[in-house]
């Protein structure tokens, strides 16, 4: 008897890992029909280990992905290999998927990384502006082009899973993660938010496997109440909402996304009404899954279940029966091992039913199928030439161009390519870190030469003729005086990302306004380019500015501001928030208090 049970048991193997068939193309019923096999001959553990992700980071030994059959690693925000270039990335998934493969039941990992702006943690990678930047360009099938593009450098290094993208619509500025939405306007946001999940999830990969999008955070992290957040600013806090007006308001943007068959969502840190989201019930199963329709696995945010109120223990048991179905650990706070015993004392105590475990794995295993990570676990080292390909970067290029908006041009804009004299000034100006932002190789991004790309300055040099005398000077403090001469200044923020972004007030730097104010002095004529995450506060300054573009976090490829610059193409982008003459006032800003209504752009 035990002999022919171990045979039918190497069958069942042979069955769902060697199917010539690519699993994603089977149909619904079928992928149901193993995963119903699969979920018959797993123990508890097997169940607890597949809704359990860890940083790879943070793993005690790489034998505990098999022993505990673990479902998913993730590379949180600098979470890399030790030489950071794609080739180590790709071996590092191959050794971690290969380990995964020696588990009793051989299921393969789901392997998820923050590719919010292209491959943003791989050095080399094609970095596309940040979404506030898309969200100018108002352009779905350019968002396509740059989510597709972003899959196909993802799959390239073997990843399955992108969190993105945020379908956050920010209503106050002060937020650090302002950014990380297209518009405040939800519809927008919806529009190209659907186009964002089809180019993940339709991209054409060398492997054959689709990776896998993720709609965040669910719900409301753009809407919070200033004050309610850690810090006593907007981060993780409270949103103030109505159940009808969380219908007709947030609701529709993940509807489409859901429609459009995203396979993951992602809680959101934020607390609806004073509840937290993990542990939202109403939100997570009767709205989202129930009412929405949503059939892939909703994973929590980074440790996102340990703010719940309560210890540990409590906050499982309640994220999980809200109807989280991946529990993002981590590993960093709370030990792994941790979760994974309390998770199943939970469900031997009848704290959390059996049947949910089974809902939550089920979801799992679903998303695995249909993305045919079954069907091709290891990944081959036949793309990793997609990674910053020249066609990545013409995307990338055209993004920022189109994502450029002109708000001031007395007589500036087009500069001549053959001018006799030019100065370029300012912090931003050659400075690759500042113009991609946060989540740019490490999780807070960084300052100068951090990955490959063209600075705004390349862009200027490239685009000029030869003859054209270049002055470059940080802080204008070593230029003499001119008679008119135009000198273009580049300023803003330095890169942050979630928390750390967090702000009371959007004013300029001091030491920006000291270089333009230089360049003034010295008799100079300014053109003035702003490198931000939100909209910051210009109304006291612009008056003196001959002309001004916004060019949000523009990535990689400083060419495509010079592209607007120097009249190759002509500006089209618009404002995808309103920009108050106060920003602090935020997207709710009343008419006769904005400076630039939204869609404005010369």
Not at 51 to 62: G, K, S, V, Y
Not at 224 to 230: A, N, Q, S, V, Y
Request: aromatic share 8%; with cysteine.
């Amino acid at each position: 008897m035990k002999k022919y049970i171990v045979f039918l048991w190497s069958l069942f193997l042979i069955n769902i890992s060697c199917n010539n068939q690519s699993n994603s193309k089977l149909s619904e019923n079928q992928i149901n029909k193993k995963v119903d096999e699969i979920i018959e001959i797993m123990n508890i553990d097997e169940k607890i280990g597949q809704m359990t992700q860890i940083d790879q980071r943070f793993l005690d030994t790489i034998t505990d992905i098999s022993t505990y059959s673990i479902g998913s690693l993730l590379s949180g925000g600098g979470s890399h290999p030790e030489i950071n270039e794609p080739q180590a990335w790709l071996d590092m998934y191959n050794k971690y998927q290969s380990e995964s493969l020696k588990s009793r039941l051989q299921i393969p990992l789901i392997y998820g990384i923050d590719a919010v702006h292209g491959h943003n943690n791989v050095y080399g990678a094609t970095i596309f502006p940040q979404n506030i930047g898309l969200g100018a360009t108002n352009n779905p099938e350019l968002i396509y082009k740059i989510s597709e593009a972003t899959s196909i450098e993802v799959a390239a290094t073997g990843i399955d899973w992108t969190f993105s993208p945020c379908l956050s619509s920010p209503e106050d500025y002060r937020w650090g993660r302002t950014y990380e939405g297209f518009s405040s306007d939800p519809k927008r946001v919806e529009k190209l938010g659907e186009a964002a999940v089809m180019g993940y999830q339709n991209a054409k990969t060398s492997s054959g496997k689709s990776v896998v999008a993720c709609a965040k955070h669910f719900i409301g992290d753009g809407n919070t109440e200033f004050g309610t957040g850690m810090r006593g600013l907007l981060d993780r806090g409270n949103t103030e909402i109505s159940p009808e007006e969380l219908k007709l308001k947030l609701i529709p943007k993940y509807q489409a996304a859901v429609d459009a068959n995203v396979q993951t969502v992602m809680a959101s840190y934020n607390s609806w009404n004073g509840v937290k989201c993990h542990g939202s019930k109403e939100l997570l199963t009767d709205i989202l899954k129930v009412e929405m329709g949503f059939k892939g696995f909703v994973i929590s945010d980074w440790q996102g279940i340990d703010e719940i109120p309560g210890d540990y223990k409590s906050d499982i048991i309640t994220s999980i029966n809200a109807g989280i179905d991946m529990v993002m650990v981590s590993g960093q706070a709370q030990p792994y091992k941790k979760f994974m015993r309390l998770l199943k004392e939970s469900v031997e105590e009848g704290s959390i039913s059996m049947e949910r475990i089974d809902d939550a794995v089920q979801r799992i295993l679903k998303v695995k199928l249909r993305s045919g990570l079954f069907d091709s676990p290891l990944v081959e080292n036949n793309s990793l030439n997609t990674i910053g390909s020249d066609d990545h970067r013409k995307i990338a290029r055209q993004a920022v161009r189109e994502s450029v908006v002109l708000l001031k041009n007395e007589n500036i804009i087009p500069i001549s390519k053959n001018i006799n004299k030019l100065v370029v000034s300012g912090r931003g100006a050659d400075n690759l870190g500042m113009q991609c932002g946060g989540w740019t190789i490490d999780w807070q991004g960084g300052q100068g030469d951090i990955t490959i790309g063209t600075t705004i300055l390349d862009g200027i040099k490239n685009a000029v003729s030869k003859d054209t005398n270049i002055l470059y000077s940080e802080n204008a403090l070593d230029l003499e005086d001119s008679d008119g001469d135009l000198a273009i200044v580049v300023i803003g923020e330095d890169p942050y990302t979630e928390f750390f972004g967090d702000k009371e007030n959007l004013d300029l730097m001091d030491e920006d306004l000291n270089t333009i104010k230089n360049l003034k002095n010295k008799g100079y004529k300014v053109l003035v380019l702003l490198i931000s995450g939100r909209p910051m506060n210009i109304s006291d300054h612009i008056e003196n500015w001959d002309a001004f573009a916004a060019i949000w976090l523009p990535g990689s490829e400083g060419d495509g501001v010079s592209d607007i610059l120097f009249g190759d193409y002509e500006s089209t982008g618009t404002l995808s928030y309103p920009w108050p003459i106060n920003t602090e006032d935020g997207a709710n800003a009343l008419t006769k208090n904005l400076l630039f209504k939204i869609g404005f752009g010369l």
